[in-house]
């Protein structure tokens, strides 16, 4: 396969996982990953195969997120490659009787690797660039607690803030635009083109 066909497989490859997972086809969404694959996001971090699940169960009681996807940027080096796309990630619930879309809009960071002739990823790290709430209903103001709001990280911040109303922990130093977690995360993909080894046990320690 030319680089040119694997950035094709990867590109394929990072669609899929956006189609698969909203349209809730589980067993397709399992082969975008390999079996030992792990997702960080705003309220999971852990084993793909637990991400599966849990998505899967949310999924079930009417959690709505979904996602869009824009560009890729892919970088390859023998058998690994670093992938950005850039995304939102749309989700609607209710907060204090408001129905409410929050959209946020970043950057999936993902280190992939080719095992037998396959693409797949090992670690998928969103960065969250920039985000808002609006009422699906122009009529209706959504009320919201300013000092909660203003805890979380301006990149996530209303996200954040909607997942932690309806029962979700959110974890509170994820990679934004800027600062020390995005560069961390640079340098995390640096080592991974180079061959060393990339643990998911650092992403949960970035503070």
């Given at each position: 396969?030319?680089?040119?066909?694997?950035?094709?497989?990867?590109?394929?490859?990072?669609?899929?996982?956006?189609?698969?997972?909203?349209?809730?086809?589980?067993?397709?969404?399992?082969?975008?990953w390999?079996?030992?694959?792990?997702?960080?996001?705003?309220?999971?971090?852990?084993?793909?195969?637990?991400?599966?699940?849990?998505?899967?169960?949310?999924?079930?009681?009417?959690?709505?997120?979904?996602?869009?996807?824009?560009?890729?940027?892919?970088?390859i080096?023998?058998?690994?490659?670093?992938?950005?796309?850039?995304?939102?990630?749309?989700?609607?619930?209710?907060?204090?009787?408001?129905?409410?879309?929050?959209?946020?809009?970043?950057?999936?960071?993902?280190?992939?690797?080719?095992?037998?002739?396959?693409?797949?990823?090992?670690?998928?790290?969103?960065?969250?660039?920039?985000?808002?709430?609006?009422?699906?209903?122009p009529?209706?103001?959504?009320?919201?607690?300013q000092?909660?709001?203003?805890?979380?990280?301006e990149?996530y911040?209303?996200?954040?803030?909607?997942?932690?109303?309806?029962?979700?922990?959110?974890?509170?130093?994820?990679?934004?635009?800027?600062?020390?977690?995005?560069?961390?995360?640079?340098?995390?993909?640096?080592?991974?083109?180079?061959?060393?080894?990339?643990?998911?046990?650092?992403?949960?320690?970035?503070?």
């Open positions: 396969m030319s680089g040119w066909d694997d950035k094709l497989a990867i590109d394929e490859l990072l669609h899929n996982w956006a189609i698969r997972r909203d349209a809730g086809h589980w067993e397709r969404f399992q082969t975008v390999h079996d030992d694959g792990w997702m960080m996001a705003t309220w999971f971090q852990g084993p793909a195969t637990e991400f599966i699940r849990v998505s899967r169960e949310g999924w079930d009681k009417g959690v709505n997120i979904l996602h869009f996807l824009g560009g890729s940027s892919i970088d080096r023998a058998h690994r490659a670093i992938a950005q796309t850039k995304m939102t990630i749309s989700q609607r619930a209710s907060i204090n009787g408001c129905l409410c879309d929050v959209v946020c809009t970043g950057r999936f960071y993902d280190f992939l690797e080719k095992r037998n002739d396959r693409w797949a990823i090992v670690i998928r790290q969103p960065i969250y660039e920039k985000d808002r709430i609006d009422p699906v209903s009529a209706d103001v959504p009320e919201l607690d000092g909660s709001l203003q805890a979380f990280p990149g911040r209303h996200l954040a803030y909607m997942q932690e109303q309806i029962g979700y922990r959110v974890k509170r130093d994820m990679p934004s635009l800027k600062g020390k977690q995005v560069e961390a995360l640079y340098q995390r993909g640096d080592r991974w083109l180079e061959g060393l080894a990339v643990t998911p046990q650092e992403f949960l320690s970035v503070t």
